[in-house]
């Protein structure tokens, strides 16, 4: 059987739930996220189905248009969704489960990083965001202000992800991150002054204030148990840390 053409998103709904193959579907994006739709925003749905399904429904995986966007996938292929997905998935809304709470709980359980998953991350995450602030740092120093601040900028990605990983999260996309911050605070930071420093930072690329969320991120770093990370760039921490010692966020 064919799948039949997607008109609205709510035709797609009422279609989805009436086929007994469908047993999920969830919402992602800007319409999971109260407050972040625009006019412009599509709705952008995984429809999960049994792993036997025979539905005509399959053939409309990847379908996309301006106000529709499918993903069809087995039970068991959402149950592997992870990577970039995954904070999309972690924050995504439960429209249709019929496996009794099955796919509530794999949407929840992307939210939440394993902790030898969490320490994994974290560590690689602290030594690139280390290596990216300090080639800021020393091109700035040499002269290269075009550089400073590409690495700059480049940093903050990695810190992000450190962050993060340090509360066992996934990253939020950067559209979602003040209202990830808003509603989920990160544990010992004032979210107003961090998304102030990293403004300050992607603006321009200021050295001062790189050094001063380094001295705060370090700290952090440390008592989390990372200090054999931070350790191992030896000297070149002297470049890398705040002057006189001020605390930022």
Do not use: C
Request: proline share 4%; no cysteine.
């Amino acid at each position: 059987m064919s799948a039949p053409h997607p008109t609205t998103y709510e035709a797609f709904l009422a279609h989805a739930t009436a086929d007994p193959d469908v047993v999920g579907l969830v919402l992602k994006g800007s319409h999971a996220h109260d407050g972040m739709a625009t006019r412009y925003s599509d709705h952008d749905v995984y429809v999960v189905v049994t792993d036997e399904a025979r539905t005509g429904l399959a053939g409309l995986d990847g379908y996309r248009s301006a106000r529709l966007d499918l993903v069809v996938v087995t039970v068991a292929e959402f149950g592997r969704l992870g990577g970039w997905e995954r904070y999309a998935i972690a924050r995504a809304r439960v429209l249709l489960d019929r496996l009794g709470g099955r796919i509530a709980r794999m949407v929840a359980a992307k939210g939440r990083l394993g902790a030898a998953e969490a320490e994994q991350v974290a560590a690689a995450r602290l030594d690139a965001y280390a290596n990216s602030h300090y080639r800021s740092l020393k091109n700035a120093r040499d002269g290269h202000p075009l550089a400073a601040r590409l690495d700059a900028a480049d940093s903050l990605g990695f810190l992000l992800e450190l962050l993060f990983a340090l509360d066992r999260r996934p990253r939020p996309y950067n559209k979602y991150l003040e209202w990830e911050l808003d509603r989920f605070p990160l544990p010992g930071w004032d979210a107003r002054e961090l998304l102030a420093a990293l403004g300050r930072i992607t603006g321009a690329g200021d050295a001062d204030v790189q050094r001063e969320l380094f001295g705060r991120v370090e700290a952090v770093a440390r008592e989390a148990g990372h200090a054999a990370t931070l350790d191992a760039w030896g000297d070149d921490l002297g470049l890398m840390r705040p002057a006189t010692p001020r605390r930022v966020p």
